[in-house]
């Protein structure tokens, strides 16, 4: 039998790249569901912070921050929230930047690598993404990252526990040490089957096309 395709995503739960890779990915992959041979697919989030310095509380809202962070206006950081969202709309997501609130995702990221341990990473990244990008909640505070870990269906104590001790921060490292060797330098970034480096939020249909291929790859010769 042919093994599964692993996909290994860098991503950070503040980029809003990364929320609309991973919509087109999961379209990509939902494409690719009705084929005859259907690829199989295992796909395992990584960590990468886009802005480590920031503080858990960011005093402005994120057209500051990008102002601050990329010497540009706020006319021009708000250009670039209207160019995105109607980018993020394209892939079903409703963007909220008027409600975003900027954080530090060190904390979020442990949160990921906790819910991974107990087989819930991906109900997590998703409700991290949509509390950040969509529904304006704070993903810094621990407080707020063990009721999202609740609505997910991870133990609340457990997730309180591992939060406060830090128990996942070597886990969240070493995410980013593997960036690094990797040569990853933005996000999201998609590594296929160990081999294939995808880079940015392509569209779902290279998705498809790429597993496609990769899984023809994998067939054994007839």
């Known amino acids: 039998m042919t093994e599964t395709i692993k ?8 980029c809003p790249w990364c929320y609309i890779g991973k919509r087109n990915l999961e379209s990509g992959l939902a494409a690719t569901s009705s084929d005859a041979d259907a690829p199989r697919v295992e796909v395992v989030y990584h960590s990468f912070e886009l802005s480590p310095d920031t503080p858990v509380d960011f005093e402005g809202d994120i057209a500051d921050f990008l102002a601050q962070h990329k010497g540009i206006s706020r006319e021009q ?6 160019h995105v969202t109607g980018i993020a709309a394209d892939a079903g997501l409703e963007y909220r930047f008027d409600l975003l609130q900027h954080t530090n995702t060190v904390k979020a990221h442990e949160l990921l690598h906790f819910a991974k341990a107990h087989g819930r990473q991906h109900d997590v990244a998703e ?22 870990a609740v609505e997910a269906g991870l133990d609340g104590d457990a997730a309180r526990a591992a939060l406060e001790s830090a128990e996942f921060l070597d886990d969240v490292r070493a995410d980013q040490a593997q960036a690094v060797a990797y ?23 290279a998705f498809s096309q790429i597993l496609r291929q990769v899984w023809s790859e994998r067939a054994p010769a007839a």
């Not at 950081?77 to 209207?82: F, N």
């Not at 330098?185 to 392509?202: H, L, N």
């Open 7 to 14: 996909i290994d995503v860098w991503s950070d739960i503040a």
């Open 77 to 82: 950081a708000s250009q670039m929230h209207e």
């Open 127 to 148: 409700r991290l993404m949509s509390a950040y990008f969509t529904e304006g909640r704070h993903v810094g505070r621990i407080d707020d990252l063990v009721t999202i």
């Open 183 to 205: 040569g990853i330098q933005g996000v999201p970034f998609f590594v296929i089957d160990g081999k294939y480096g995808v880079s940015g939020a392509q569209p779902a249909e």
